[in-house]
């Protein structure tokens, strides 16, 4: 869809289908393809093991950008804002592995909560330099993915997952502070939920730098019907220009445990071709 200057691509992240992607996947993105998307999300982690040029080599082939997250096993001691020293090198060097990854993918991005660790969150004020050593750490992180060609995208996450960057003018400030034309910041209406007054308000705040959007409902259901007003959403997006990434993302809560695993405990996303909302 395309008005002016602006456009929309329109997606669907990998844990609609499955946690761990594989050779035998590639299905899947002919499956997404079919649908009309154009986008796909494929998570990465140390238990992520599959051909990277193959998978890309096939969304190419289909039209689809990709990009990549951090969304399966990442060590619990990588993390670039932690206190220990020792911690932040870790995390640097783990995230520049993720990217070099995302770059044989050939993902257009590597998308998380980079700046902390989720599930990590400190019950205490952060301390005076957390958010400096998070922008500096951002800062080498942007520049060694910008040698190869992928975007360093943060996501802030609601105060139950981390607690350094949970609002969008948090994460527009520690983009600001990091000082790296190759950042940008991806929203999450399922987490501005719980942080966010004005979604509107939020979405312009991020235009600047806004990478694009992980479209799913206040209970990471289907998009339409819930609490996430949708027209404030798209009339905030309207003025904005470039290209805004519009993805699907929750979990999968067919046979098996993956959404359990995840922290959803209701029958969401039992089949992911039927994942769709009224937008």
């Known amino acids: 869809m395309q008005t002016g200057t602006q456009h929309f691509k329109f997606g669907a992240h990998q844990m609609l289908w499955k946690s761990h992607w594989t050779d035998a996947d590639l299905p899947i993105l002919d499956a997404a393809r079919a649908l009309g998307l154009s986008l796909f999300e494929i998570s990465l982690g140390d238990d992520v ?29 990588c993390n670039i804002a932690a206190d220990d020293l020792h911690h932040r090198q870790l995390g640097l060097a783990w995230h520049k592995k993720m990217i070099e990854w995302a770059a044989e993918l050939g993902a257009a991005a590597y998308c998380g909560a980079l700046y902390g660790h989720p599930g990590q969150v ?22 060694h993915a910008s040698r190869l060609g ?8 609601s105060r139950f997952r981390v607690h350094l960057v949970n609002t969008t003018a948090q994460a527009v400030k520690l983009v600001q ?20 007054r004005d979604y509107g308000a939020a979405l312009r705040c991020a235009a600047p ?13 289907v998009p339409g019907g ?25 979990y999968n809560t067919g046979p098996g445990d993956l959404g359990f695993s995840r922290g959803i405990f209701q029958n969401l996303c039992p089949e992911p071709e039927l994942f769709k909302g009224e937008l």
Do not use: K, Y
Request: charged share 25%; glycine share 8%.
């Open 150 to 157: 992928v975007r360093v995208v943060i996501e802030p996450m």
């Open 49 to 77: 093991q599959f051909d990277r040029g193959r998978a890309g080599r096939h969304a190419r082939a289909l039209g689809l950008e990709l990009s990549a997250g951090p969304g399966n096993l990442w060590p619990d001691d």
């Open 226 to 250: 819930g609490l996430v007003p949708w027209a404030a959403v798209f009339a905030a997006l309207a003025p904005v220009d470039g290209c805004i990434r519009l993805m699907l993302e929750t």
């Open 177 to 196: 502070m990091a000082e790296h034309a190759n950042l940008r910041v991806n929203l999450d209406t399922f987490h501005m939920v719980t942080e966010e």
């Open 122 to 143: 400190r019950r205490r004020r952060p301390a005076d330099d957390e958010m400096p050593r998070a922008a500096q750490n951002l800062h080498l992180l942007a520049e």
């Open 209 to 221: 730098v806004l990478w694009g959007v992980h479209t799913c409902e206040n209970d990471r259901g």
